[in-house]
């Protein structure tokens, strides 16, 4: 690949459905909305087979991909369900990790790295 590549990776839109407080029910316990917002230059990654295993051994839940979150996003996306177009049309939760670089030393557009789940 040559570096003038590099210039031309973007990523997509996503929808991160957030989570608002609305109540209480009768046992106390809090109530939420999920609310679609729009994240953009997000990009979908395939996780490598081992690291599928490990964080299977270690979590007991099956990496399916990697979302590169762009720099300076500010949304919780622990435990975050997220909405995928086409070709990875779905329904996914993040696992409750995630990977955080030093954002000035990273050198494209992508701070952050998300592991997520097959959620529906």
């Known amino acids: 690949m040559d570096w003038r ?5 973007h990523g997509i839109t996503i929808q991160l459905l ?8 009768g046992f106390n316990r809090p109530v939420y909305e999920e609310t679609p917002v729009d994240v ?4 979908v990654g395939q996780p490598a087979a081992t ?5 299977q051994n270690l979590t007991g839940k099956k990496i399916v991909y990697w979302l590169g979150i762009p720099k300076g996003d500010t949304h919780e996306w ?16 993040s696992i409750s ?13 992508w701070g952050k790295n998300i592991a997520v ?4």
Not at 51 to 55: A, D, Y
């Open 5 to 9: 590549d590099l210039m031309h990776l």
């Open 18 to 25: 957030v989570k608002t407080q609305t109540g209480v029910d």
């Open 40 to 43: 953009d230059n997000v990009l």
């Open 51 to 55: 690291e599928v295993l490990e964080v």
């Open 78 to 93: 622990e435990n975050a369900k997220i909405v995928l177009p086409a070709p990875f049309a779905g329904v996914y939760r």
């Open 97 to 109: 990790f995630s990977q955080t670089g030093i954002q000035d030393l990273i050198p494209l557009s």
């Open 117 to 120: 789940e097959r959620y529906e």
